[in-house]
């Protein structure tokens, strides 16, 4: 590569500094411009880098020196962002979910196909060595056919530590949309593309209190099933059961467990880059822990958006556009088929995403082709 892409990133909230560390930190890229619809807001996040210019969407959108967009404005902004950029002739990185809806994420993917360019979308976090592990593990046989896996995230709602949590209970939010893309993405890139789901939610509370910042105590509105349960068959035929919640204090269950039919796995945050894999294998009492096998280390959000600015024209970057739809699409289903009470099959076709291999084993920019579920 001749010299670093140049990243122009709308929406500087609360995000947009882990991302900002990120973009520094890799040589493939480079923070050049920031906008807010708040231009003081966009003024405020650039002081820390030098190189990065404040302007408005629209100047940010229209400057020839912009190559990719990252988009982490909320997400019933996202299509709109991203239609923008895609018109500007310009690829993008949007952070998750795609969109609110698979009708507008729709919209962008054929845009971008138009315009010859492409679409990136969060999360990243399964291309560290948490994730990446334990679909090592999986693929080298040490739980042998994978049969089913559980997702847990119950917390009691973000409005607890956000100073602007409105989105979270808006369409498009919920603790499914905010979550679950970590938990799902993760699924896929475990057990492969979804075929069919069953879904059910509940609404506790018709308003939340916000619990930080200048807003403390404001009463918003809620909009979205705030428990969300579901589940997913893979076209593995392997079995996924999920749990999403803002309607729970604690729970003491693992983020993610892999059951095969010669042992278990326990999987760690799919929203952190790393963390334990624990093996069991049948007939042992103990668990043991598995040492680092692939992934990124040290990775930070942004790993993804360097991996799509570095993938081949003709190939699907990692954190790609067909993914980021696929998991929007299953997690609209399950909360049609919530409202419905009947199952609903996925339509998108989905590749199982590339591994990654650890650096000194082939580095990130590693060959291998996204490997089959073992007995699959
Ligand atoms: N907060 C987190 O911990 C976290 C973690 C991972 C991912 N995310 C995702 O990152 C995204 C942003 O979350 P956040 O917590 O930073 O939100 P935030 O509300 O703190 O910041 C969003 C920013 O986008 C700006 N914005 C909104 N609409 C815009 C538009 N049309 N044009 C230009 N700017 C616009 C807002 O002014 C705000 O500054 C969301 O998609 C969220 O799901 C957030």
């Given at each position: 590569?001749?010299?670093?892409?140049?990243?122009?990133?709308?929406?500087?909230?609360?995000?947009?500094?882990?991302?900002?560390?990120?973009?520094?930190?890799?040589?493939?890229?480079?923070?050049?411009?920031?906008?807010?619809?708040?231009?003081?807001?966009?003024?405020?996040?650039?002081?820390?880098?030098?190189?990065?210019?404040?302007?408005?969407?629209?100047?940010?959108?229209?400057?020839?020196?912009?190559?990719?967009?990252?988009?982490?404005?909320?997400p019933a902004?996202?299509?709109?962002?991203?239609?923008?950029?895609?018109?500007?002739?310009?690829?993008?990185?949007?952070?998750?979910?795609?969109?609110a809806?698979?009708?507008?994420?729709?919209?962008?993917?054929?845009?971008?196909?138009?315009?010859?360019?492409?679409?990136?979308?969060?999360?990243?976090?399964?291309?560290?060595?948490?994730?990446?592990?334990?679909?090592?593990?999986?693929?080298?046989?040490?739980?042998?056919?994978?049969?089913?896996?559980?997702?847990?995230?119950m917390t009691p709602g973000h409005e607890h530590?956000h100073?602007n949590p409105d989105f979270y209970y808006a369409p498009g939010g919920g603790p499914l949309m905010d979550?679950?893309?970590?938990?799902?993405?993760?699924?896929?890139?475990?057990?492969?593309?979804?075929?069919?789901?069953?879904?059910a939610g509940s609404r506790t509370r018709d308003h939340r209190v916000i619990g930080?910042?200048?807003r403390r105590g404001e009463k918003i509105p809620v909009a979205v099933d705030t428990h969300v349960t579901?589940?997913?068959?893979?076209?593995?035929?392997?079995?996924?059961?999920?749990?999403m919640s803002f309607d729970a204090a604690?729970?003491?269950?693992?983020?993610?467990?892999?059951?095969?039919?010669?042992?278990?796995?326990?999987?760690?945050?799919?929203?952190?880059?790393?963390?334990?894999?624990?093996?069991?294998?049948?007939?042992?009492?103990?668990?043991?822990?598995?040492?680092?096998?692939?992934?990124?280390?040290?990775?930070?959000?942004?790993?993804?958006?360097?991996?799509?600015?570095?993938?081949?024209?003709?190939?699907?970057?990692?954190?790609?556009?067909?993914?980021?739809?696929?998991?929007?699409?299953?997690?609209?289903?399950?909360l049609?088929?919530a409202g419905?009470?009947?199952?609903?099959?996925?339509?998108?076709?989905?590749?199982?995403?590339?591994?990654?291999?650890?650096?000194?084993?082939?580095?990130?920019?590693?060959?291998?082709?996204?490997?089959?579920?073992?007995?699959?």
């Amino acid at each position: 590569m001749g010299r670093p892409v140049n990243v122009g990133v709308v929406g500087c909230g609360v995000i947009f500094p882990q991302y900002a560390e990120t973009i520094e930190r890799l040589p493939e890229l480079r923070l050049a411009a920031v906008a807010d619809l708040d231009l003081a807001r966009a003024t405020e996040a650039a002081r820390p880098y030098p190189g990065a210019e404040a302007l408005s969407v629209a100047e940010l959108l229209a400057d020839p020196r912009i190559d990719v967009v990252l988009n982490l404005t909320i997400p019933a902004a996202h299509a709109e962002i991203a239609l923008l950029a895609i018109a500007a002739g310009k690829d993008v990185y949007c952070e998750k979910p795609l969109a609110a809806t698979t009708a507008d994420a729709a919209k962008v993917l054929r845009a971008a196909a138009g315009a010859g360019v492409r679409v990136g979308c969060a999360p990243d976090t399964v291309l560290g060595t948490g994730t990446q592990t334990a679909r090592k593990a999986i693929d080298d046989g040490l739980i042998g056919r994978p049969v089913a896996a559980t997702a847990t995230m119950m917390t009691p709602g973000h409005e607890h530590w956000h100073p602007n949590p409105d989105f979270y209970y808006a369409p498009g939010g919920g603790p499914l949309m905010d979550m679950g893309p970590y938990y799902i993405t993760s699924l896929v890139t475990l057990l492969g593309p979804v075929a069919t789901v069953v879904g059910a939610g509940s609404r506790t509370r018709d308003h939340r209190v916000i619990g930080s910042g200048p807003r403390r105590g404001e009463k918003i509105p809620v909009a979205v099933d705030t428990h969300v349960t579901g589940i997913l068959a893979h076209a593995s035929g392997a079995l996924s059961t999920l749990v999403m919640s803002f309607d729970a204090a604690a729970t003491a269950a693992p983020h993610i467990e892999v059951h095969g039919e010669r042992g278990s796995l326990v999987v760690p945050d799919p929203n952190h880059f790393d963390g334990t894999i624990l093996l069991s294998p049948v007939g042992e009492e103990a668990r043991q822990p598995l040492p680092v096998l692939a992934g990124h280390p040290g990775a930070g959000r942004g790993v993804g958006l360097a991996d799509f600015v570095t993938t081949p024209a003709g190939q699907q970057p990692r954190a790609g556009g067909a993914l980021a739809y696929h998991v929007l699409e299953v997690m609209e289903s399950l909360l049609a088929s919530a409202g419905s009470g009947a199952a609903v099959t996925i339509t998108s076709p989905c590749e199982r995403p590339r591994p990654v291999s650890l650096p000194a084993t082939g580095g990130p920019e590693n060959p291998e082709p996204g490997a089959a579920v073992p007995g699959a």
